[in-house]
């Protein structure tokens, strides 16, 4: 039940607020909330998710940065939401009890950086069920050799399980953005083969610098064809995510 309160969606948040409640009803059937869940929302906005998952959870954490959308969210009176202000990229995940499941609309300029850092966060991390933008979930899901498969699609199927559950139109929201927008499903890998995460993402982000350059010339300054068994005659997006973390282990023995 979104709220009434006229709030103007501001543009340096990101903001776009979901209205329709048939796609907030199946977004809460995705998540399946218990009543002892420890659940975190991200970016709760004007509490489009946040009443109904009020309504199955015995408490609710949010972090929201928006003062104005504070305001509203304390004004419904909610004994068992938690609102914590500040930013989910500085937010120190321990001080919610993990481990947590997560849950959000997040905002579409700073998704990548909230993923990566939930990434290094995951040990603390049940499972994560988001709305973003449908582009981003696509590259999130893509294989190798698609051409949308890239840095964002090996960092997180190395770590995590990730599955698009289904579209969400842009009049859905208000104000309506110009792109589709999906909700993805994310649980961590019970067994991650990924060494040093930050060779891995060093490695992975050199790979796909220059798409259409080799591994050869992507990757001269890491290694050299002899140090691998791994073909670097190929380009980045023919590597499925195991050869890269074969890639990232070899590099790792040369240091």
Do not use: W
């Amino acid at each position: 039940m979104p709220t009434s309160t006229p709030h103007k969606a501001r543009k340096r948040f990101g903001q776009n607020f979901l209205t329709d409640e048939k796609i907030i009803d199946r977004i809460i059937a995705t998540i399946t909330p218990k009543v002892d869940d420890n659940l975190l929302e991200i970016g709760p906005g004007q509490g489009a998710m946040t009443l109904p998952l009020l309504e199955k959870v015995g408490r609710l954490n949010v972090i929201e940065i928006d003062r104005d959308l504070i305001q509203i969210l304390a004004n419904y009176n909610k004994p068992n939401l938690i609102i914590n202000e500040g930013d989910a990229l500085n937010f120190d995940l321990d001080q919610f009890n993990p481990p947590i499941r997560v849950v959000g609309n997040l905002p579409y300029n700073i998704s990548s950086p909230i993923l990566f850092h939930l990434l290094e966060n995951r040990d603390k991390i049940i499972d994560m069920t988001f709305m973003l933008q449908k582009e981003v979930v696509e590259r999130m899901v893509a294989k190798h050799n698609s051409k949308i498969y890239g840095r964002l699609s090996v960092m997180m199927q190395a770590f995590f399980n990730v599955e698009m559950i289904f579209i969400v139109p842009p009049e859905s929201f208000d104000p309506a953005p110009k792109v589709d927008s999906a909700i993805v499903y994310l649980t961590p890998l019970k067994q991650c083969n990924v060494g040093n995460i930050a060779i891995f993402e060093k490695v992975v982000k050199a790979a796909f610098a220059h798409r259409r350059k080799t591994l050869r010339n992507c990757l001269k300054s890491l290694l050299t064809q002899e140090q691998t068994q791994i073909d670097l005659s190929q380009r980045a997006e023919m590597l499925d995510v195991d050869t890269f973390i074969t890639l990232a282990k070899d590099y790792e023995k040369q240091h």
